[in-house]
């Protein structure tokens, strides 16, 4: 089983939908879970972190199922510059090393 | 706000030839990191750094690989006889803890 595991879409949708993505992870001992989006090319940036509670940063909500193994994000109203890879992210046991998942990539369309 | 720089931002090289790959980490973070990402695939780990020692590597980081801190700044991966497949974006990265900044990082082209 993969340690993080995503659907890579592409997701297709118009300005001003709600689309939600999904991640799943393999390690129940993990503590520490974040949303980071890449563009074309470019290096990962941290879009938020995820907490047990859930937390929302305006147009974004996290959510983190810690039962299920299970981390979503949902997106409101999307934006034209919302387009881009969504990469789930676990903080591994040890020295802070980040494991990524293979992004999922959306495409947000007039 | 306080960036972490690389150098290149591209570089081309011959089949069997060493890169040098480098990186000025943010000034008072204490943790640096090499991660890659082969086109179209995830981002990997390659190793974490910390008190002047390597504190973690994947197992992609081999003999072929190395890291250093020079001086008080800078953060080098080495990539001795480079392959064909050692083509990626490299990425450098520095925190304090959980809380990282990536460089924008090297384009790695082998030829």
């Known amino acids: 089983r993969k340690e993080v595991e995503q659907d890579p879409g592409p997701f297709n949708v118009p300005e001003g939908a709600t689309v939600a993505f999904n991640c799943t992870y393999s390690?129940?001992?993990?503590?520490?879970f974040f949303w980071y989006r890449q563009d074309c090319r470019k290096e990962p940036k941290l879009l938020m972190s995820v907490y047990s509670s859930g937390n929302e940063d305006g147009r974004f909500t996290a959510q983190l199922n810690r039962a299920s193994q299970y981390i979503s994000l949902l997106i409101r109203d999307s934006k034209l510059s919302d387009s881009a890879t969504y990469l789930c992210v676990v903080l591994g046991d040890s020295s802070y090393k980040l494991i990524f998942g293979s992004g999922t990539r959306l495409l947000v369309r007039p | 706000e306080p960036e972490v720089t690389q150098t290149p931002s591209h570089q081309v090289t011959q089949m069997g030839q060493e890169v040098i790959l480098r990186c000025v980490p943010i000034s008072n973070h204490l943790y640096f990191y090499w991660y890659r990402q082969i086109l179209g695939q995830k981002v990997e780990f390659l190793v974490s750094f910390y008190n002047n020692e390597i504190s973690e590597k994947s197992e992609i980081f081999d003999d072929q690989f190395s890291v250093e801190r020079p001086d008080g700044s800078n953060f080098t991966l080495k990539i001795r006889s480079t392959k064909l497949e050692d083509s990626a974006m490299y990425f450098c990265?520095?925190?304090?803890?959980?809380?990282?900044?990536f460089g924008s990082g090297t384009r790695l082209t082998v030829v």
């Open positions: 990265a520095s925190s304090v803890d959980s809380g990282y900044t």
């Open positions: 390690n129940s001992a993990s503590q520490s």
